[in-house]
């Protein structure tokens, strides 16, 4: 479970150009829920995401991660139990390392580093199971610099190297933006996949509505960082895409855009 309590957010503060993002901002998120949220450009969702890690500090306001207080604990102590996806492929990997490689350094999150191996030879067969499970033919490709590959592999990798070890939140942030069409729906599928076998607490950002309503268990949009629509798994199924659009379209009316 994650908290944000009157969460207040504020860029360039006490300029004139200053802006409010959040204002007393409050959202809980509860254990095994994936939660996918949309909104138009500015509406808050990435800060949301670099608020919950820790990128940036809020103004005022509390976080909680299962009932903790992680306000003011630095992002590489979250990073702890947060696993994270990023839109830009080369991000989360490695690229002069192998597969292999990049799997082990995943593997050891967490544990303290010393003069030996990296990769160890009893965890090699381990490592190649788990990238059958991605079914797209990487195990055979172990020893291939993690640059080299696609962006659609090298996100699936991406995917399996946050969940690989025990992790309390997932965060998605566009993971799929940067990848054609197919390549977008294969790491989606794939995403759902483990999220569900997992049993993981997921918060997915995407411009794409149809993967916002046919993937996850609650769906939210933002607007000039309010939550102006949230969507139990009952209510979710009862939507479709034309009705997030239109929902959109009202947005814009009202505020003149």
């Not at 820790?54 to 005022?60: A, D, K, M, T, V």
Request: some cysteine.
């Amino acid at each position: 479970m994650i908290e944000l309590k009157n969460a207040s957010k504020y860029y360039n503060p006490g300029l004139v150009t200053q802006t409010c993002v959040f204002n007393n901002f409050n959202l809980k998120i509860n254990e095994s829920e994936f939660v996918s949220i949309v909104g138009s450009n500015g509406s808050g969702k990435t800060t949301l995401l670099n608020i919950i890690c820790g990128s940036i500090p809020l103004e005022s306001g509390e976080i909680f991660l299962n009932d903790e207080n992680i306000t003011n604990m630095p992002e590489y102590k979250r990073m702890k139990r947060i696993g994270r996806v990023y839109q830009n492929p080369s991000m989360g990997t490695c690229p002069s390392l192998n597969i292999i490689e990049n799997l082990s350094l995943a593997k050891n999150k967490n544990k303290p580093f010393s003069l030996t191996k990296l990769v160890k030879k009893d965890e090699i067969d381990l490592f190649k199971e788990q990238l059958k499970f991605l079914n797209l033919g990487l195990e055979d490709k172990c020893d291939i610099p993690m640059g080299s590959l696609s962006g659609g592999q090298r996100q699936a990798v991406a995917l399996l190297m946050s969940t690989m070890i025990d992790i309390d939140f997932l965060i998605l942030d566009e993971h799929t933006a940067a990848l054609d069409p197919k390549t977008a729906d294969v790491i989606m599928e794939l995403t759902n996949k483990i999220v569900l076998e997992k049993k993981l607490t997921a918060l997915m950002v995407t411009h794409n509505l149809k993967y916002a309503v046919n993937y996850g268990n609650r769906l939210i949009m933002m607007h000039e960082g309010k939550n102006i629509l949230d969507l139990n798994e009952t209510d979710k199924k009862n939507i479709v895409v034309d009705d997030l659009l239109n929902k959109f379209y009202d947005i814009s009316i009202e505020y003149g855009n």
